[in-house]
């Protein structure tokens, strides 16, 4: 009998640690409930401005604007960054390995990933931040989003690469408001997400106009 109720206490804990060391999950989206909130392509005006927020169509409702079309369709792809502590984000390029990657919408789900949220693990593999197990309190996250030219840039490592040739943008590091799910355990929601906006710097033969529309005016203005 006292056998018996040991072996039992033993599993018990077992499975209890086991759980409690699971990857944490939460479901993310930019249009999950208490909020919604449209990511927009580069401003054609000056498309290296940074600029976030929501505007009237957001939820909650916000006072941004915004010049640029709203990203839609395959082309382009968001992606979300989790970390214990907001350095621990910004250090992170690597996606969690379950649904951390999605494209956006067309007609009225322009700028959206969808309707409700998709459920990931708060793990971004190897060399990256490991695992963060559920029941972990204050975990940050970040969207990030960029043009994945075809298909061809398909992590924020080759946007980093590109040299600031690719749309991409980020939105404000954020805390999610609960802790981590696992098992049972509710996902939290990145229901804390605002609007944000691709910036894009010029092409290299762009910049080379303008570096030649410079040299012409200045040589104008010696004569």
Do not use: C, H
Not at 24 to 50: C, H, K, M
Not at 85 to 110: D, L, R
């Amino acid at each position: 009998m006292k056998t018996t109720l040991a072996l039992a206490v033993l599993l018990f804990g077992s499975v209890a640690f086991s759980d409690l060391l699971a990857q944490g999950q939460f479901q993310w989206g930019n249009n999950v409930a208490g909020s919604r909130a449209r990511i927009y392509g580069p401003n054609p005006a000056n498309p290296l401005e940074i600029r976030t927020g929501n505007g009237a169509n957001g939820i909650p409702t916000g006072t941004q604007t915004y010049a640029g079309t709203l990203l839609t369709g395959t082309g382009f792809t968001a992606a979300i960054y989790v970390g214990r502590t907001a350095s621990e984000v910004m250090a992170n390029n690597t996606t969690p390995t379950q649904n951390g990657m999605a494209t956006f919408g067309t007609g009225s789900f322009a700028g959206l990933m969808g309707t409700g949220g998709l459920t990931a693990n708060a793990d971004s593999g190897p060399g990256a931040i490991g695992t963060i197990p559920g029941g972990t309190a204050n975990v940050n996250y970040q969207f990030r989003a960029w043009d994945n030219r075809n298909g061809t840039v398909t992590s924020w490592t080759l946007v980093m690469a590109a040299g600031g040739l690719v749309a991409a943008g980020t939105s404000d590091i954020l805390v999610f408001g609960a802790v981590l799910g696992s098992g049972a355990g509710t996902p939290p929601l990145t229901d804390g997400i605002r609007s944000f906006q691709l910036t894009q710097v010029p092409e290299p033969s762009l910049i080379a106009l303008g570096a030649l529309g410079l040299g012409a005016l200045l040589l104008r203005r010696r004569k």
